[in-house]
């Protein structure tokens, strides 16, 4: 999904943030657990280093948590097997590089323009706090459509 | 005020009449946040492009108005409860001398005079006389009537004219309260437009510096913070004040109840934003009415010109213009993360303004909370470094935003809070040759070992609000000059925090990190590639032995960063937070483990 080089695809703001809403919502369904999700709502962003009133990339970091770890682990098995199902290509599934190694999957959804990273935080024995299951979904740069009429 | 009229007076309908102001105001207040934390990020979230617009305009000022209205009903409230503390005080005086007076069978006029009867001894078989006795407050009057009283063969004359002058005295003082607070309570009348002007706002001010010079005696029976208090002491002060009585400290001293360690973030926050519509105010009409400029220089005559010095000595000149255009740049901004309320992924929460002042140390002072610090799971002070100044908060408090952002989404179902703390005199900059310093400020440490005691009065006061130094978890966060901020208030002892982070840190006036007040293993360090100030600060020293935090004999945890030079510490890119920004994130949730460590 390199787009160095390439002109960024045009595309309306409304119809990329609700493209990531659906990814996230396959994502979310794919892991079959019952617990809470955080409201964050998808979000469109400049794009690296582009002149951002013309091109923008979208953003929707979300969690799952209250939810026992041993589901978590097997939510973030089912998404190894079926994102690639879905059209996703899995392109890691190991430890992190932080100290408490989290186990981290990331996909590339390409025809959609999207990557996602998910990592699992199994913060049992460490932390008071719950664990989690951190989902980061970006897309490519796009460009907002010319302004006809 | 005769006699009669104070007799009936009931000083408790005044504060009764009081508390309708005080839940007026109260109402207002509400709506105002209710505008600013509900209504207007529900609109930019469901309306779009000119109508959404024209309506956060409308929100805006209909904010002001509420914001006015909860400002100018909380000074009547107060001047309606000094007027009753200053009556009662009156009729306290008169009803005790009437008391006195009746209790020898002394009748009181309806003039406040006193009529005695006959008494002493006979003379010819006749009681001397009874009489009246008129009051005076006149000394040199009441002086004559003591010495005359000797000569009286009544003995009741004596003690008559007593009470006769007490029963005066107390009419003069409750005259005197009706003539001192009758014009003031007229000035709170509000003009009749719908807008809150600039001129509305000055006026509050001149309105609070005539309710204050009224209340005097009022402000007493409240007493003050303690002078030179801890904020622990400032604390137990306020929480030993009545609602009442604390609601009227704040109408009456809004900047020093902003500044106040200790005391609830809510309340700081009320007082300040009444500081900051009414410097707003004040600022922009003096520089709409600023006379313009003479000619500064008419060669061939040398130096400036006599006009030119007389409009700077009038005026305060260019600098003078300087700082009013900065100053309202910075409250602006400040306006602007208001106005930010609500948006963003997660949300930005409420923000509270804990200290705002236009001069501050000399480069104005800013402490920003998003969220409520005292209630927050994980607080987070950031303490920005060189080149930052009011006018320039904007990229600092953009920072903070992110940090909360990014922690937030580490820890949901945990509340977070990320504070912005400026309030010391900072250095032009930490390269040389910038700003036009060869040897630059930064590299004298005596900015910190100034900062350092307020810094840490500051962290203190959180930590009080909060309920002590278990209730939350803390760390602080220093960027550039700020980590040698950190390291001399973290030097003696003295530092309310838990964690310390810092990024591009020039030096921490100590050179192992053991010698920083918090636990061993919980000083986190960065620098990123690109970025040459710890190097310079290694140089002039800023670290003990030159020694800076993200050298390993300094002991530090050393974060790994993915970001570029001395500032990019807290870049995304399309929205995704840097490796950088994510550790910094790590450490403020307290998960200590996903930290990602060079």
């Known amino acids: 999904m390199d787009d160095s080089g390439k002109e960024p695809q045009k595309r309306e703001e409304k119809d990329s943030t609700d493209d990531a809403a659906k990814l996230s919502s396959q994502i979310l369904d794919i892991m079959g657990l019952k617990g809470k999700v955080t409201k964050a709502a998808p979000g469109a962003y400049p794009c690296g280093d582009r002149d951002h009133e013309k091109y923008y990339a979208v953003h929707h970091p979300w969690s799952v948590y209250d939810v026992p770890v041993p589901d978590m682990e097997k939510a973030m098995k089912r998404l190894k097997e079926e994102l690639p199902q879905r059209g996703w290509k899995v392109t890691g599934y190991g430890p992190d590089s932080s100290r408490a190694k989290s186990l981290q999957l990331g996909a590339e959804f390409s025809e959609k323009k999207f990557k996602v990273v998910i990592t699992l935080q199994d913060r049992r024995g460490r932390s008071k706090d719950p664990s989690i299951l951190e989902v980061d979904l970006g897309s490519a740069c796009f460009q907002y459509p010319d302004k006809s009429s | 005020m005769d006699y009669k009229t104070l007799k009936s007076l009931k000083p408790s309908e005044f504060e009764d009449a009081a508390d309708g102001y005080r839940a007026t105001s109260d109402m207002a207040s509400a709506a105002k946040d209710r505008i600013e934390n509900l209504v207007a990020p529900g609109m930019r979230t469901s309306l779009e492009g000119k109508t959404q617009e024209a309506a956060l305009q409308q929100l805006k000022a209909l904010s002001q108005n509420f914001h006015y209205t909860q400002t100018e009903c909380g000074l009547i409230a107060t001047s309606l409860n000094a007027l009753a503390h200053d ?28 009529t005695y009867p006959a008494a002493g001894e006979k003379t010819d078989g006749k009681l001397p006389e009874g009489g ?14 003591r010495q005359s009283a000797n000569f009286n063969p009544n003995p009741n004359f004596g003690r008559a004219q007593e009470y006769a002058n007490r029963i005066a005295a107390a009419l003069q003082e409750a005259t005197e309260a009706d003539g001192e607070w009758a014009p003031k309570l007229r000035a709170l009348k509000a003009d009749d437009d719908l807008t809150v002007s600039h001129r509305d706002w000055a006026d509050v001010q001149s309105d609070t510096r005539g309710v204050n010079k009224g209340a005097k005696e009022y402000l007493e029976t409240l007493g003050g913070p303690p002078k030179d208090g801890t904020p622990q002491d400032n604390a137990k002060w306020w929480k030993s004040l009545t609602e009442e009585e604390r609601a009227d400290y704040v109408a009456l001293r809004p900047a020093s109840v902003g500044v106040l360690d200790g005391l609830p973030a809510d309340v700081r926050d009320e007082a300040n934003r009444t500081v900051l519509a009414e410097k707003r105010a004040q600022f922009h009409l003096e520089l709409n009415s600023f006379p313009p400029m003479p000619m500064k220089y008419q060669p061939p005559t040398s130096g400036t010109t006599r006009e030119y010095r007389e409009w700077v000595e009038r005026t305060g000149g260019e600098d003078r213009l300087e700082f009013l255009r900065n100053s309202i740049k910075g409250m602006d901004t400040i306006q602007d993360r208001f106005d930010r309320t609500g948006q963003g992924p997660d949300g930005l929460p409420r923000a509270y303004l804990l200290g705002f002042d236009p001069k501050g140390a000399g480069d104005g002072r800013v402490i920003i909370a998003n969220g409520n610090p005292d209630t927050a799971d994980h607080t ?6 060189t080149g930052t100044d009011l006018a320039e908060i904007g990229g600092d408090l953009k920072r903070s935003d992110d940090l909360w952002a990014t922690t937030s989404s580490k820890v949901p179902g945990r509340e977070v809070s990320t504070i912005t703390w400026l309030d010391y005199d900072v250095p032009r900059s930490a390269k040389p040759v910038v700003e036009g310093d060869l040897i630059p400020e930064a590299s004298n440490p005596k900015w910190a070992i100034r900062a350092a005691s307020p810094f840490s009065e500051f962290m203190s006061g959180v930590q009080e609000a909060q309920g002590g130094p278990q209730a939350s978890h803390t760390t602080v966060v220093g960027h550039s000059y700020g980590s040698t901020v950190i390291g001399e208030a973290s030097k003696h002892g003295d530092l309310a925090s838990d964690d310390i982070v810092v990024a591009g840190s020039p030096g921490m006036q100590t050179k192992h990190a053991d010698n920083l007040d918090v636990e061993n293993g919980h000083v986190w360090a960065m620098k990123a590639e690109g970025d040459a100030v710890p190097t310079l600060g290694s140089l002039v020293g800023l670290g003990e032995d030159s020694t800076v935090p993200t050298d390993p004999e300094f002991g530090a945890n050393v974060m790994k960063t993915d970001t570029d030079g001395h500032s990019g510490y807290w870049d995304s890119d399309s929205g995704r937070p840097s490796l950088s920004l994510k550790n910094q994130a790590a450490v403020i949730a307290g998960k200590y483990d996903e930290v990602v460590l060079k």
């Open chain 2, 380 to 385: 987070a002070v950031y303490v920005p470094g």
């Open chain 2, 87 to 114: 009556l009662a005080s009156a009729k306290r005086k008169l009803d005790s001398a009437v008391a006195d007076a009746q209790a020898e069978k002394f009748t009181v006029n309806p003039d406040g005079s006193v």
């Open chain 2, 132 to 145: 009246t006795a008129k009051g005076t407050t006149d000394d040199a009057a009441a002086d004559v009537y």
